[in-house]
């Protein structure tokens, strides 16, 4: 069977995508039941609430948004990879990038209090959380690279 080329674009989001989705269910929501495990969170883990507007399953909707952080998480790890480790990009952009947006962008589109009202013993679940997702995606990525 001839080998199909593959637009390097094409293959950025295909890899991006999948690995975001796969490090939303294992890092992301594994650090959830960790910190659940604690005593910590009262986050439900593989939620399946409905999401407005469209009532899609918290777990569906999580998993879409981590692929498309996957895809800007992937696009860092290999624009800046031969300068820093791909775990380290990926805990980082996790943890910066997710959190802040979560924080300042997505938390006053839905009425909620910027950046969890500042309530320190609350805020440092997003970033450990979102992290470790970031540093999923860098993870998996590289397994999923080899397959496609």
Do not use: D, E
Not at 44 to 60: E, K, L
Not at 62 to 78: A, E, H, K, N
Not at 87 to 97: T, Y
Request: some cysteine; glycine content about 14%.
């Amino acid at each position: 069977m001839a080998a199909i080329a593959v637009n390097p674009i094409h293959r950025l989001i295909t890899i991006g995508f999948v690995a975001g989705v796969l490090g939303i269910l294992t890092f992301h929501q594994g650090t959830i039941a960790v910190i659940q495990l604690l005593g910590g969170s009262p986050l439900t883990v593989y939620g399946w609430r409905p999401i407005p507007p469209f009532g899609v399953p918290s777990i569906i909707n999580q998993c879409f948004w981590g692929g498309l952080w996957g895809i800007v998480f992937y696009w860092l790890i290999l624009r800046f990879g031969s300068r820093y480790p791909a775990w380290l990009i990926g805990l980082v952009a996790g943890a910066v990038l997710t959190a802040g947006v979560g924080w300042f962008i997505v938390a006053p589109i839905k009425g909620q209090p910027i950046a969890q009202g500042f309530n320190w013993p609350q805020m440092w679940r997003s970033p450990l959380i979102h992290g470790m997702f970031g540093l999923g995606v860098a993870l998996i990525a590289p397994l999923v690279a080899k397959r496609i």
